[in-house]
């Protein structure tokens, strides 16, 4: 089990701030990736998000409506 926890965030909650992508230590584009997987682009998704080390901090950075 995972020792960690997260914020839990919905993708139709997120109101396009873009700080998760500013807080990326990878410098991926989250907000890019999101949208595909909302899309359901998932091949694009894990493409653009496959050097994501689950750190956590776009969540924790992510700002709600």
């Not at 995972?2 to 993708?11: A, D, K, L, N, Q």
């Not at 992508?21 to 653009?48: F, W």
Request: hydrophobic content about 30%.
């Amino acid at each position: 089990p995972c020792e960690h926890s997260f914020p839990t965030r919905r993708s139709s909650d997120l109101i396009g701030c873009n700080s998760c992508t500013k807080g990326c230590p990878q410098g991926l584009n989250v907000m890019q990736y999101i949208a595909s997987a909302q899309r359901g682009d998932i091949e694009k998704c894990a493409h653009e998000s496959f050097d994501c080390v689950m750190c956590g901090i776009c969540a924790s950075s992510a700002q709600q409506a």
